[in-house]
Each structure stands twice: as C-alpha cells, then as structure tokens.
C-alpha cells in the first residue's frame, strides 16, 4: 500500500511540472517581445546620449552642449537695492550669439559676414569653430540689439541667437567696490554680488529654480545719495592735491552698517575687465596700511579703560626716545611735560609711548584684540585682508604700534574700531545689509568702559576745536576727530614726505551717529600750504564730506555752538 502510495503522489507531482512548464511556455513569446522592445529602446537612446556627450567635449564649447548652453544663458539674478530702494544692479535681457557648425554650408562665407558686424570675432579661433565638425559653439556671450539685428540681417546659415541675462549698473563707478561684479554665465565674482552667491543663489542656480524667474531684491545697507556725495569729494580732492588714491567710509555708529565706501581709483562694473587692474583695488577692505595718528586714541583708551592712566596724569615730552638704535621724536615738538588731553591734541609719540608703557604692552596686545584688529575683519564682504602684525611683539614693536606704525590694519577695521571708541564702547561687526537697532543690540559687545567713551569723544572734539582737526569744522555740526599722517616705506625704510593722510572723526561727537574715516596716498602740497600733512589735505575733505552728507542723513543741525566753520573751496591748478 505504501508504494502505491508513493506512485500516486509522484504521478500528482508530475502532472503540477508539466502543467506549469506549460504555461510558461504559452506566456513566453509576450514577455520576450516586451523585453526587447525595453532594451532597444534604451540602447538607442543612450547611444543619443552618449553621443551628444561625446560631441559637447569634441566641441570645447564654454556650455558643453547645447542643453547645457540653454540653461547656462537663462540664470537670473535678483537685484541689488541700497537701502531706500534704489536699484544699483540689475538683470536685463541679451542676447548670446552661436554657430552650429555642421549646418554651415560654407565657413568662409559666415565668418567673413560675421567680422563685418563683429569685427573682434576675427580671430583664427574662431574660424577654426566654424570650420569645425562640431555640433554647437559660441561665438560671442554679449552682443546688443542693433548688432543682433545686423547679424540676423545677413541671413547666414547656421548661425543663431539664444535670449541670455546681462548684469547691468545704473550707477557705474559709484558702488563698484562695494556691488563686485560677475562673470559672463551671470556668477558672482566680488563685492556683494559674490556674497549673494555664496549665501543662497548658487544653491538655487544649481537646482534650476532661478532660470528666467523674479527673485526678491537683494537690500543694501548703502545709501546711494551718500555714497555719490563721498566718491564725488573723494575725486575731487584726489585730484586736487594730486594723491596716488583716496579712500572713504561712512559708517552708522550704533548698528555698524555700512552707509557708504569709496575707493580711488575704481572701475566701472559694466566693464569687468577694468576690475582686473591693480590700481583699481579695493584698498578699503583689501588693503593694509599703517595708520599713524589716528591709532593714538586707540592708545590712550586702552591705558584710561585699564585704570593705570588718568585724564590729568603728566607725560614727559622733553626728549627723544632712544630704543633699539631708533630715535623716535614729535613732528611738533612742546618739550615739556604733556596731559593726556595735550599728547592726544598735539599729537606726541613720545607722550603716546610713555601713556602705553604705563599700561604694559599685555594690556596693549588684550586691547587691540577686543577691537578685533588683530585678526581678519568678519563681515559679508569677500576679500578682506588679513591684519599685518609685527613678528615680534617686543618694546620697539609695541612703542611704534601706540602711535600706528608696525601694526598693518584695514581702513575698514579701523573705522570699526573707531565707532567702538565713540558709540559707548560697543564693538560692533561691520555689515553691508539693514541691521536694526534690536538686532545691533542683540550683536553688541561691550569692550570699552562707556566713561571711557565719553572721555574719547571730548578729546575729539577738543582736536578740532584746537588741535590738527581745526580744519573739520561744519557750522551746526559738531564734529570730533583726530588726524594721522604716516610715513610710508620704501624698500624696508619710512620715507620723509610720503605720506598716507587720514582723518577719523565722527558727528555730532556729543551723541555720535555717523563715523567718517577719509584717506589720502601720497597727496600733495598746493599753492599757500607749507606741509602736505593731514591737516591740510584730509582734514578739510572730510568737511565737505559731512557738509554734505549730514543733511541727506537727517542729522538735525544744532547752532548752539558757535564752531568756526573754515570754507573750502576746490580750485583748478594752472
């Protein structure tokens, strides 16, 4: 029974075999064909792929391809405003001129058609493109409607026009510094145009979200009325006292924002490739200089913040300092014995030195860190140079520092720094975009006592009441500051009579709002002047400056204070 059993159950089982192999044979021919089908398909069009691919590297084109190129030329950008809306940058349409090379019948015929409208495109490379086997090339990026017309005209074989965004600048030269420039795919280079890129629009470029589409504009801190009137004095008086550059900065105090920023020579963003000049540098944030003067207050608040120095404590200015075979002396010399008040208002190294000697050069070192001067400025803007600090911080180090040479700083880290000695003590990071007074309270560190503050804006304003400032006064406006003239060095040695003049001040010194820092390179004496230091050069700059500017910054006059008020007047040399 049990084989039979057995038997049964094995016959069962190959009749389940037999039926499935069946039906697998019945089902067969169907899928085979699907199958097939699926794999040509996928073949063929991936050899189109390949191809295309193979073709975009064959052609060297800057897009590849031209898919690639059609997405290139359609990147948009949003567009950059100052702070009451007016527009500095800005996208409008263009047009990209290519050649697909295998549709042109005759090469020499295109290209001779082509360097009659375009006569920079008569070069070998091109006429190689053009003779080449290629798929699709670029022949020029940026061409205007008049030459698109001209072109089309022709009637040429093969050669075609791709709608693309070009960045343009309203202003030109005027915020240049500050707004950077692109490259020719619509990618930011410097400035804030770079920024913009490195924040958030290369993400979106990346992810296509940006081909052709409106974004929200960009909000500047600057003001573009400030920063014309800045530039325009800036140019003036570079000229005027024929100065190698010029350079200015306005800053808002108690937010730290940037209002305006100028350095000569600039260039026009419209014409990007006189960016890439040297002299055209932004020296105001790229650019490392010795101070001078101007670094005095920064001095005597280290030594009053310390408690080792007091206003009415006596220096003696009678003799020379000899340290390390270096003899350091006065430019105006009193000889005798100097208060704080004097050494800032005459300006003594001496008194400087001994001021700093009695604070200790630690106190000095901790100091200028809490000013952050001794390390790179953090702010939005690329490019910023890195301070030049002395190899050694020994004694002779720390004696030129207390008067502002051996230690090489931006403009702008300057500025900050002086907008800390007047603000209340607040150290503030500079910043390019709005900042709120809540959000500025929010960032603010307090790195000086505020007393100490309050004795640093009195010595300012005593500076132009009878010091080296005199020639800063603006009736209504009651400006404090303090002037610097430093030599500069040639091939390891400081240069009598070549001269980086500044002058940093702020106003109304009783209850400072704006900060102004003004320099001059290498000025020049003019007719009636004796000297070709701060005073007369950078001093009387920065009042045309805020005569102008404070009115549109609506820094209400106050003509309770009878300041004298000294007329400058811009005149052509014969």
């Given at each position: 029974?049990?084989?039979?059993?057995?038997?049964?159950?094995?016959?069962?089982?190959?009749?389940?075999?037999?039926?499935?192999?069946?039906?697998?044979?019945?089902?067969?021919?169907?899928?085979?064909?699907?199958?097939?089908?699926m794999?040509?398909?996928?073949?063929?069009?991936?050899?189109?792929?390949?191809?295309?691919?193979?073709?975009?590297?064959?052609?060297?084109s800057?897009?590849?391809?031209?898919?690639?190129?059609?997405?290139?030329?359609?990147?948009?950008?949003p567009?950059?405003?100052?702070?009451?809306?007016?527009?500095?940058?800005?996208?409008?349409k263009?047009?990209?001129?290519?050649?697909?090379?295998?549709?042109?019948?005759?090469?020499?015929?295109?290209?001779?058609?082509?360097?009659?409208?375009?006569?920079?495109?008569?070069?070998?490379?091109?006429?190689?493109?053009?003779?080449?086997?290629?798929?699709?090339?670029?022949?020029?990026?940026?061409?205007?409607?008049?030459?698109?017309?001209?072109?089309?005209?022709?009637?040429?074989?093969?050669?075609?026009?791709?709608?693309?965004?070009?960045?343009?600048y309203?202003?030109?030269?005027?915020?240049?510094?500050?707004?950077?420039?692109?490259?020719?795919?619509?990618?930011?280079?410097?400035?804030?145009?770079?920024?913009?890129?490195?924040?958030?629009?290369k993400d979106?470029?990346?992810?296509?979200?940006?081909?052709?589409?409106?974004?929200?504009?960009?909000?500047?801190?600057?003001?573009?009325?400030?920063?014309?009137?800045?530039?325009?004095?800036?140019?003036?008086?570079?000229?005027?006292?024929?100065?190698?550059?010029a350079?200015?900065?306005?800053?808002?105090v108690?937010?730290?924002?940037?209002?305006?920023?100028?350095?000569?020579?600039?260039?026009?963003?419209?014409?990007?490739?006189?960016a890439?000049?040297k002299?055209?540098?932004?020296?105001?944030?790229?650019?490392?200089?010795?101070?001078?003067?101007?670094?005095?207050?920064?001095?005597?608040?280290?030594?009053?913040?310390?408690?080792?120095?007091?206003?009415?404590?006596?220096?003696?200015?009678?003799?020379p300092?000899r340290?390390?075979?270096r003899t350091?002396?006065?430019?105006?010399?009193?000889?005798?014995?100097?208060?704080?008040?004097?050494?800032?208002v005459?300006?003594?190294?001496?008194?400087?030195?001994?001021?700093?000697?009695?604070?200790?050069?630690?106190?000095?070192?901790k100091f200028?860190?809490?000013?952050?001067?001794?390390e790179?400025?953090?702010?939005?803007?690329?490019?910023?140079?890195?301070?030049?600090?002395?190899?050694k911080?020994?004694?002779?180090?720390?004696m030129?520092?207390?008067?502002?040479?051996?230690?090489?700083?931006t403009?702008?880290?300057?500025?900050?720094?002086?907008?800390?000695?007047?603000?209340?003590?607040?150290?503030?990071?500079?910043?390019?975009?709005?900042?709120?007074?809540?959000?500025?309270?929010?960032?603010?560190?307090q790195?000086?006592?505020?007393?100490?503050?309050?004795?640093?804006?009195?010595?300012?304003?005593?500076?132009?009441?009878?010091?080296?400032g005199?020639?800063?006064?603006?009736?209504?406006?009651?400006?404090?500051?303090?002037?610097?003239?430093?030599?500069?060095?040639?091939?390891?040695?400081y240069?009598?009579?070549?001269?980086?003049?500044?002058?940093?001040?702020?106003?109304?010194?009783?209850n400072?709002?704006?900060?102004?820092?003004?320099?001059?390179?290498?000025?020049?004496?003019?007719?009636?002047?004796?000297?070709?230091?701060?005073?007369?050069?950078a001093?009387?700059?920065?009042?045309?400056?805020?005569?102008?500017?404070?009115?549109?910054?609506?820094?209400?006059?106050?003509?309770?204070?009878?300041?004298?008020?000294?007329?400058?007047?811009?005149?052509?040399?014969?």
């Amino acid at each position: 029974m049990a084989k039979k059993a057995d038997s049964s159950f094995l016959r069962q089982a190959n009749l389940k075999r037999n039926h499935g192999t069946s039906a697998i044979r019945v089902r067969g021919p169907g899928r085979s064909r699907i199958f097939f089908a699926m794999t040509i398909f996928v073949m063929v069009y991936g050899a189109i792929a390949g191809r295309l691919i193979l073709l975009g590297l064959q052609d060297g084109s800057p897009a590849g391809s031209f898919l690639a190129a059609q997405n290139t030329v359609a990147q948009s950008r949003p567009d950059i405003v100052d702070r009451n809306g007016e527009i500095l940058a800005t996208d409008i349409k263009s047009a990209a001129l290519y050649a697909e090379p295998r549709k042109i019948p005759d090469s020499d015929e295109v290209f001779d058609g082509l360097i009659t409208v375009l006569p920079e495109l008569d070069t070998p490379a091109i006429k190689k493109r053009l003779e080449s086997n290629s798929m699709f090339t670029w022949l020029k990026r940026e061409i205007t409607v008049e030459q698109r017309q001209a072109i089309h005209a022709l009637g040429l074989p093969g050669v075609g026009f791709r709608e693309s965004n070009k960045r343009f600048y309203p202003g030109g030269q005027t915020v240049s510094h500050i707004l950077g420039t692109v490259n020719v795919d619509n990618q930011g280079l410097s400035g804030m145009e770079k920024y913009v890129d490195q924040a958030w629009l290369k993400d979106l470029q990346e992810l296509g979200f940006t081909q052709d589409r409106t974004m929200e504009p960009v909000a500047l801190s600057v003001d573009l009325r400030v920063q014309h009137a800045v530039r325009d004095e800036l140019r003036r008086s570079m000229e005027y006292y024929q100065a190698k550059a010029a350079m200015g900065v306005v800053l808002k105090v108690d937010t730290g924002e940037v209002i305006a920023m100028t350095s000569l020579p600039d260039f026009d963003p419209n014409n990007r490739q006189q960016a890439l000049e040297k002299k055209r540098m932004n020296r105001v944030t790229g650019g490392v200089f010795e101070m001078g003067s101007i670094f005095k207050g920064i001095t005597i608040a280290m030594a009053l913040d310390s408690g080792k120095v007091k206003l009415e404590d006596g220096f003696d200015a009678t003799k020379p300092i000899r340290v390390s075979g270096r003899t350091i002396n006065d430019y105006y010399g009193k000889h005798r014995v100097l208060t704080v008040p004097e050494v800032f208002v005459y300006s003594s190294n001496i008194g400087t030195i001994k001021i700093m000697q009695k604070a200790g050069i630690e106190e000095q070192k901790k100091f200028l860190e809490r000013l952050g001067l001794t390390e790179k400025l953090h702010t939005e803007m690329p490019g910023v140079a890195k301070p030049l600090l002395p190899p050694k911080w020994n004694e002779l180090a720390a004696m030129t520092i207390s008067f502002g040479h051996g230690l090489g700083i931006t403009p702008l880290q300057m500025a900050v720094a002086g907008a800390t000695l007047v603000n209340g003590g607040k150290y503030l990071e500079p910043t390019f975009l709005p900042r709120s007074q809540e959000e500025a309270d929010k960032l603010a560190k307090q790195v000086i006592k505020p007393e100490t503050s309050e004795i640093l804006r009195y010595l300012n304003r005593e500076n132009v009441k009878r010091g080296s400032g005199r020639r800063a006064a603006v009736a209504g406006y009651d400006v404090g500051g303090k002037t610097g003239t430093a030599q500069k060095v040639v091939n390891g040695r400081y240069i009598e009579g070549l001269y980086l003049n500044s002058f940093m001040s702020a106003f109304p010194i009783s209850n400072p709002q704006y900060l102004v820092l003004i320099l001059l390179d290498e000025p020049q004496k003019v007719e009636g002047q004796h000297f070709a230091t701060a005073g007369w050069n950078a001093v009387p700059t920065t009042a045309s400056v805020i005569r102008r500017i404070a009115p549109m910054l609506g820094v209400v006059p106050d003509f309770v204070d009878d300041a004298e008020t000294i007329p400058v007047s811009y005149q052509s040399r014969n």
